[in-house]
C-alpha cells in the first residue's frame, strides 16, 4: 500500500466530513501516545492548525505522556489546553464509596477516567461548534479494548478502520511525531506501569495477523496460531459485541 497516498485520502475524507457536518474544526483528547499523535497529524493536514482543539486531561498520569502531548502539540503549532480531571476523578469515586477490595474496581477506576475525559472532549466541542475526533483503532475496536461512552464515543474515527501496526506505518511518514512516542510502549495510562499489550495478551502484531485472518477467513493462517492465543482473541471479539453495535431497540409491532 502506498501510505503517503493513504494518508492524503484520510485527510480528504476529514476535510470532506467538517465540511458537509457544517462544523468549524475538531477537539482531540492528546494522550502521548501513537494513535492520538497519528490523528492530530491528520487533522491538522486536513484542517489546518487554527481548526484544531487538541486537550490533555491528565489522571495520575505518568510524566512522559504528559511530555510527548506537550511536544507534539508545539511541533504541530496547534493549541493545547491542559485540563487535569484529578479533582473531579476523586471526588467521583468517594460519591461513589465503592469496595475497593471488589475485583473490578480497578476496570472502574479505568472507565471512570474515559468517560470524564469524553464528557470535556463534549463540552470544548458544543462550546466552539467543533466535533470530537476519536482516536481508536481497529484492533482495539474489534477486541473492545476501548470504553463504551468513553474513547469509544466520538463523531468521526479518523484511523478507526487501520490496524494498529498500519497506524506506526502511518506514524514513521510524520516528522512531526516525536521518535519518544513512536518508540515507548503503547499504553492507556490507565495505572502505574499499564502497558496496552500486557493486558491484551499479546503484542499488536500477533493481535493483527490473528485479526486480518480472521476477517478474511484464511484457515491456513489460522492453523499457525497457538490455540490459545485465537481463543482468547476469538473471546475479546464475542465480548466486545455490545460495544460495536449501536445500543439494541425492540422491534414494535
Avoid at 492524503?8 to 492520538?36: L, M
Avoid at 461513589?96 to 471488589?102: A, G, V, W
Avoid at 514513521?172 to 518508540?183: F, Q, R, T, V, Y
Avoid at 492465543?229 to 445500543?247: D, E, G, R, T, W
Wanted: with cysteine.
Amino acid at each position: 500500500m502506498d501510505w503517503n497516498k493513504e494518508i492524503e485520502n484520510i485527510c480528504n475524507w476529514i476535510k470532506n466530513y467538517i465540511k458537509k457536518s457544517g462544523s468549524k474544526g475538531v477537539v482531540i483528547g492528546i494522550s502521548g501516545g501513537i494513535d492520538s499523535a497519528v490523528t492530530s497529524v491528520l487533522c491538522k493536514k486536513a484542517l489546518g492548525a487554527e481548526n484544531i482543539i487538541s486537550i490533555y486531561m491528565s489522571c495520575w498520569s505518568s510524566d512522559d505522556m504528559g511530555r510527548d502531548a506537550k511536544l507534539l502539540s508545539e511541533n504541530l503549532n496547534i493549541k493545547l489546553i491542559n485540563t487535569p480531571i484529578i479533582t473531579i476523578y476523586n471526588e467521583t469515586l468517594s460519591m461513589l464509596n465503592f469496595n475497593k477490595n471488589d475485583k473490578k474496581y480497578q476496570l472502574i477506576q479505568a472507565n471512570l477516567k474515559a468517560r470524564l475525559r469524553m464528557t470535556i472532549l463534549y463540552s470544548y466541542a458544543n462550546k466552539n461548534n467543533y466535533l470530537v475526533a476519536g482516536t481508536g483503532n481497529l484492533s482495539e475496536n474489534k477486541i473492545g479494548y476501548c470504553t463504551k461512552q468513553g474513547d469509544h464515543a466520538v463523531d468521526l474515527e479518523p484511523i478507526g478502520n487501520y490496524y494498529k501496526t498500519e497506524i506506526y506505518k502511518m506514524a514513521k511518514l510524520m516528522p512531526e511525531i516525536p521518535k519518544s512516542i513512536i518508540l515507548k510502549p503503547p499504553s492507556a495510562d490507565l495505572w502505574e506501569n499499564q502497558t496496552d499489550e500486557q493486558e491484551i495478551g499479546m503484542d499488536y502484531k500477533t493481535l493483527d495477523n490473528i485479526l486480518k485472518a480472521i476477517s478474511e477467513g484464511n484457515n491456513r493462517e489460522l492453523d499457525k496460531v497457538p490455540i490459545e492465543k485465537l481463543a482468547n482473541v476469538q473471546k475479546m471479539i464475542k465480548s466486545s459485541i455490545h460495544k460495536n453495535n449501536i445500543p439494541p431497540r425492540y422491534e414494535r409491532t
